[in-house]
C-alpha cells in the first residue's frame, strides 16, 4: 500500500515539474515544497534559485550556438546539424533539473504523510530519512529548527540528487556530445543566484566533476543561511510575482499541469 503512494507521489511529481523545458513550473514546485515544510527545507528554496537561474543561462548558451556555429554556414546542412545537437544537449541538463524537482517532491511528500518505513529507507538511505522526518515533526510541532539542521538536510538531499540523478546524467551527456567548443564553454559556467551579493560567483572549472558540483551547492546554502532565506525568498519574489502563496515567473504560462504516467529516471 505505501509503496503504491510512493509511486503515486512520484508520478504526480513529475506532472507538476511539468515538461522537459517548464522550468518556470519548477519554481512553482520547489517553493511550494519550501512554504510546506514551513520553510526549514532550505533545498527547495535554493533549488528554486537554480531553475530560475538555468532560464537565462540556456537562453545565453543558445545565442553563443549560434554565433559559434555561423561558420559552418559554408558546408550546407552543418550549421542545423551543430545547433540541433546543442538542442538535444541543453534538453538533457534540462530532464535532469525537471527530474530531481519530480524525486523530490515525491521524497519529500511521501516523508511528510508516512515518516520512516520499509518502503522508503532503501531509497534514500535511513540517515537522509531521518532528516526529513525530523523536518516535518519539526513543521508539525511548530519547533525551532536551527540553521546546523537546515544545512544538514540540504547536505543529504543534495548528495542524494547527485549520486542517484545529476551525476550519471551529466556523464552521460557531456560524453554523447561532439561539439568540444561548446563543451567546454559548458563546463565553466559562472552561476549568481538571485540572493548573492553583487561581487559573488560561483566559477566552474569543471561543472562535469561531481564533487566540484557538491562545493559549488554547499557553498550556495552557506551564502543562503548568511543572507537569511527570508532574503532569498524575497529575491525569488523579485523576480517572480506571487499568486496565492506559491512564486509565480512573470514569463510562466497559468495553464494547470496535464498528469501523465508516470517516467523513471532516465
Same mark, same amino acid.
Given at each position: 500500500?505505501?509503496?503504491?503512494?510512493?509511486?503515486?507521489?512520484?508520478?504526480?511529481?513529475?506532472?507538476?515539474?511539468?515538461?522537459?523545458?517548464?522550468?518556470? +513550473?519548477?519554481?512553482?514546485?520547489?517553493? *511550494?515544497?519550501?512554504?510546506?515544510?514551513?520553510?526549514?527545507?532550505?533545498?527547495?528554496?535554493?533549488?528554486?534559485?537554480?531553475?530560475?537561474?538555468?532560464?537565462?543561462?540556456?537562453?545565453?548558451?543558445?545565442?553563443?550556438?549560434?554565433?559559434?556555429?555561423?561558420?559552418?554556414?559554408?558546408?550546407?546542412?552543418?550549421?542545423? +546539424?551543430?545547433? !540541433?545537437?546543442?538542442?538535444?544537449?541543453?534538453?538533457?541538463?534540462?530532464?535532469?533539473?525537471?527530474?530531481?524537482?519530480?524525486?523530490?517532491?515525491?521524497?519529500?511528500?511521501?516523508?511528510?504523510?508516512?515518516?520512516?518505513?520499509?518502503?522508503? *529507507?532503501?531509497?534514500?538511505?535511513?540517515?537522509?530519512?531521518?532528516?526529513?522526518?525530523?523536518?516535518?515533526?519539526?513543521?508539525?510541532?511548530?519547533?525551532?529548527? &536551527?540553521?546546523?539542521? *537546515?544545512? +544538514?538536510?540540504? !547536505? /543529504?538531499?543534495?548528495?542524494?540528487?547527485? !549520486?542517484?540523478?545529476?551525476?550519471?546524467?551529466?556523464?552521460?551527456?557531456?560524453?554523447?556530445?561532439?561539439?568540444?567548443?561548446?563543451?567546454?564553454?559548458?563546463?565553466? &559556467?559562472?552561476? +549568481?543566484?538571485?540572493?548573492?551579493?553583487?561581487?559573488? *560567483?560561483?566559477?566552474?572549472?569543471?561543472?562535469?566533476?561531481?564533487?566540484?558540483?557538491?562545493?559549488?551547492?554547499?557553498?550556495?546554502?552557506?551564502?543562503?543561511?548568511?543572507?537569511?532565506?527570508?532574503?532569498?525568498?524575497? /529575491?525569488?519574489?523579485?523576480?517572480?510575482?506571487?499568486?496565492?502563496?506559491?512564486?509565480? &515567473?512573470?514569463?510562466?504560462?497559468?495553464?494547470? &499541469?496535464?498528469?501523465?504516467?508516470?517516467?523513471?529516471?532516465?
Amino acid at each position: 500500500m505505501t509503496a503504491a503512494a510512493y509511486e503515486m507521489l512520484r508520478s504526480e511529481g513529475y506532472a507538476l515539474a511539468g515538461e522537459v523545458r517548464d522550468l518556470q +513550473q519548477r519554481i512553482r514546485l520547489y517553493h *511550494r515544497i519550501y512554504l510546506e515544510s514551513g520553510k526549514r527545507h532550505a533545498f527547495a528554496l535554493i533549488a528554486a534559485h537554480g531553475s530560475l537561474w538555468a532560464t537565462g543561462y540556456f537562453k545565453l548558451g543558445n545565442l553563443g550556438a549560434r554565433i559559434a556555429s555561423l561558420p559552418a554556414l559554408c558546408i550546407r546542412g552543418r550549421r542545423k +546539424q551543430k545547433l !540541433d545537437a546543442v538542442a538535444v544537449f541543453a534538453d538533457r541538463f534540462r530532464s535532469i533539473n525537471r527530474q530531481v524537482c519530480a524525486e523530490s517532491y515525491a521524497i519529500f511528500q511521501y516523508t511528510r504523510q508516512y515518516g520512516a518505513n520499509d518502503v522508503i *529507507r532503501p531509497v534514500i538511505g535511513a540517515a537522509f530519512t531521518d532528516l526529513l522526518v525530523d523536518c516535518h515533526a519539526s513543521c508539525a510541532a511548530g519547533t525551532e529548527y &536551527p540553521r546546523h539542521k *537546515r544545512e +544538514q538536510l540540504f !547536505d /543529504a538531499f543534495l548528495a542524494w540528487e547527485q !549520486d542517484h540523478i545529476v551525476a550519471p546524467n551529466v556523464a552521460e551527456a557531456f560524453a554523447d556530445f561532439e561539439w568540444p567548443l561548446i563543451a567546454w564553454l559548458a563546463r565553466r &559556467p559562472v552561476i +549568481q543566484f538571485a540572493y548573492f551579493g553583487k561581487h559573488t *560567483r560561483l566559477r566552474f572549472r569543471d561543472f562535469s566533476c561531481q564533487d566540484e558540483r557538491m562545493s559549488a551547492g554547499m557553498q550556495a546554502c552557506r551564502i543562503a543561511e548568511d543572507v537569511g532565506l527570508e532574503a532569498v525568498e524575497e /529575491a525569488l519574489g523579485a523576480v517572480c510575482r506571487v499568486d496565492g502563496h506559491h512564486a509565480q &515567473p512573470h514569463i510562466m504560462d497559468s495553464k494547470r &499541469p496535464r498528469v501523465t504516467a508516470q517516467e523513471g529516471v532516465t
